[in-house]
């Protein structure tokens, strides 16, 4: 009985909508300039190229003069999400289109864009569905939703931070070596040693991803998180991934 009591408060508790409403339209904001262009961007080549490799046998081809619809019908699904109208169907059509795209070519594939096509899916099942509008709005009796939605982006990120920390680990580009540093930036490790950047990134994002799964940390992890995200926007330059992460942490503060 008790353990169904603590279930039920953990998971299923109503919390405060605009909470993943602000998070809706920050994916939103990330899908309209970032994710769809690439995305369009990948049919293009599909369409051009004649040889394919496709992630499963039996994914149906991507007709032929279909490149703009769909690229239009995917604007139009991420402009309702980002207004909050149809949110939940909005999100698993993007969700759905993405995924397609993905197994249409093996080079089409990303762990940053399969991220964000977890994220869209998990808003096509949630319940936060008030407008954007109705966030500017000072209404005290604001609508409420599950919580389990929040709790599964938020463990989302911890096991995207965690294994692409393993991965630095056993990677001769990370590692001690910090080879990847040597030779994406050449001024900076001048000042400091390649291997102790490669230590340091190694070591937040193993830190990060243990700290997001314990509420006494977040205070020192979320700020910690958005300079990390940020200074993968400054130096890398501009990827979806830096963005989705600012975007889950609205779901700490």
């Known amino acids: 009985m008790n353990t169904s009591i ?3 408060s953990f998971w299923f508790k109503q919390v405060p909508g605009y909470r993943l409403a602000c998070f809706r339209v920050a994916v939103a904001a990330t899908t309209i300039i970032f994710v769809i262009p690439r995305l369009d961007g990948a ?7 004649s040889f394919h490799t496709p992630m499963l ?8 003069h279909t490149e ?3 690229a239009l019908a995917e604007y139009a699904a991420a402009a309702c999400l980002l207004l909050g109208f149809l949110p939940r169907l909005s999100a698993g059509f993007l969700a759905a289109s993405g ?5 249409l070519d093996t080079r089409h594939y990303s762990h940053w864009g399969q991220f964000h096509l977890i994220l869209l899916a998990l808003l096509a099942c949630s319940k936060a569905r008030f407008s954007l509008l109705r966030l500017f709005q000072k209404d005290k009796a604001l609508p409420t939703c599950e919580a389990w939605p929040e709790h599964l982006i938020r463990l ?11 991965d630095k680990v ?8 910090g080879m990847f540093f040597t030779y994406e930036f050449d001024a900076l490790t001048r000042r400091i040693a390649p291997s102790l950047l490669s230590s340091a990134t190694i070591g937040l994002e193993f830190f990060l991803a243990m700290s997001f799964l314990f509420r006494p940390l977040w205070r020192m992890a979320v700020p ?3 300079l990390f995200a940020a200074a993968l926007q400054f130096f890398i330059g501009p990827i979806t991934f830096a963005w989705d992460f600012m975007a889950v942490l609205i779901l700490f503060l």
């Open 156 to 166: 989302q990120l911890s096991i995207l931070l965690f294994y692409t920390a393993l």
């Open 99 to 103: 995924l397609y795209i993905f197994l």
């Open 224 to 226: 910690l998180g958005f």
């Open 170 to 177: 056993f990677s001769p580009y990370w590692g001690t070596s």
């Open 43 to 49: 049919i293009h080549s599909y369409l051009a190229s």
């Open 6 to 8: 603590r279930w039920e």
């Open 57 to 64: 046998s039996w994914i149906p081809p991507l007709p032929a």
């Open 68 to 70: 703009r619809a769909l």
